[in-house]
């Protein structure tokens, strides 16, 4: 203690600036290294301002500035794209063509039962007003034969996954002339190939067939002059036609159709051929009635009556039950399973 001038004492101050317990600041020529305060125990540190800042990427950035809507825009994307490929789908859907594959479901298996001739036209009417089905020109053909067939030799081994296997024979009437319509073997090959071709009758695995050439089959797949194919298939309207006989299980095939086609196809008398072969046999399986064009400019349904046109116009009135749009017009088809 020190005594002044008026005779009252004091503390003495340190002279000592160690001893000092206030702070003192930094001079400004000084680095600042260290925290101002020491007192502040946040916890937070500062980064060294001597090491280069990490560059943060553009997604990072993009879910630091948005958060969680980061991940619902995603989201929100894929949703959009996967009902975009709905709406497409539906809509190639809707405006698909009608399926003109024949359904199994208006079969009717017991077809040889049947007295009547299946497949013949039904409706009265004079022949000028079918012109399409009028029959082409060209070659000769039989118009009368003798009303007996004999049996083209041939087997085949199965042919289809079905298992409703039918064994057929392939038949010729004779008196027919072979020279006509290429003869017995080139005939019976030709059934052969047709209908162990996919897109026959064994293209949606419900039947097989099996070629035979001795005991009793399930169909008879007959050549047949004209004369004899009116008595089995009728002749109300005199244009040439083919049908199925169940009496007798006979596909019977027409030769003048055979020879000289249709005007529907136009001169290709091959797939013409294919489609009487696999017209008919649908008679035989069952397949009763015939059916119309059921979308303009689509291929025509094998159990369409593509022989007298593949125009519903043309062929309306020879079925008077048909219901159909009398406007439309199809493609030529032989085929059931056209696709396969």
């Known amino acids: ?61 993009f879910v630091s500035t948005y958060g969680w809507r980061a991940y619902a ?15 497409i789908q539906d809509s190639h859907a809707d405006n698909a063509a009608p399926d003109s594959t024949p359904d199994p479901a208006a079969r009717n298996t017991d077809v040889t039962k049947e007295s009547k001739a299946i497949g013949a036209p039904t409706g009265d009417i004079a022949a000028a ?9 060209g070659g000769p053909f ?17 042919v289809g996954t079905g298992g409703q296997v039918y064994t057929y024979t392939v038949e010729v009437e004779n008196g027919l002339n072979g020279t006509d ?5 080139s005939f019976g090959k030709f059934v052969d190939a047709t209908l162990g071709n996919p897109r026959s009758w064994t293209g949606d695995g419900k039947v097989s067939f099996r070629r035979i050439d001795t005991g009793e089959p399930d169909l008879r797949i ?29 596909v019977t095939l027409n030769e003048a159709r055979w020879v000289r ?14 489609y009487l072969v696999n017209h008919e046999t649908g008679h035989g399986i069952g397949y009763e009635k015939h059916q119309p064009c059921k979308e303009n400019g689509a291929l025509a349904p094998i159990m369409m009556q593509q022989t007298f046109g593949t125009a519903n ?25 056209p696709e396969r």
């Open 181 to 185: 319509f290429g003869g017995d073997r």
């Open 73 to 87: 825009i995603p989201v929100l994307v894929v949703l959009t794209i996967v009902l975009i490929v709905i709406t």
């Open 129 to 137: 007003a079918l012109p399409a089905g009028a029959l082409p020109g």
């Open 222 to 250: 007959s050549l047949s002059s004209t004369n004899t194919a009116r008595e089995l298939c009728g002749y109300q309207i005199k244009l040439e036609t083919s049908c199925f006989y169940p009496p007798t299980k006979r």
């Open 313 to 337: 116009r043309d062929i309306m009135a020879l079925d008077p039950d048909m219901q159909a749009n009398a406007s439309y017009v199809c493609r030529p088809n032989p085929w059931p399973f």
């Open 261 to 274: 086609g249709a005007s529907s196809y136009q001169g290709d008398d091959m797939g013409y051929r294919q």
């Open 142 to 158: 039989t118009k009368v034969g003798k009303k007996t067939y004999h049996v083209v030799p041939g087997t085949t081994a199965q």
């Open 1 to 61: 203690m020190s005594r002044t001038d008026e005779g009252s004492t004091r503390p003495a101050q340190s002279s000592d600036a160690g001893q000092s317990t206030t702070p003192r600041r930094p001079r400004p020529d000084q680095p600042l290294r260290a925290r101002w305060d020491p007192t502040d125990d946040s916890g937070r540190s500062r980064t060294d301002r001597d090491e280069p800042r990490k560059k943060q990427s553009a997604l990072g950035r």
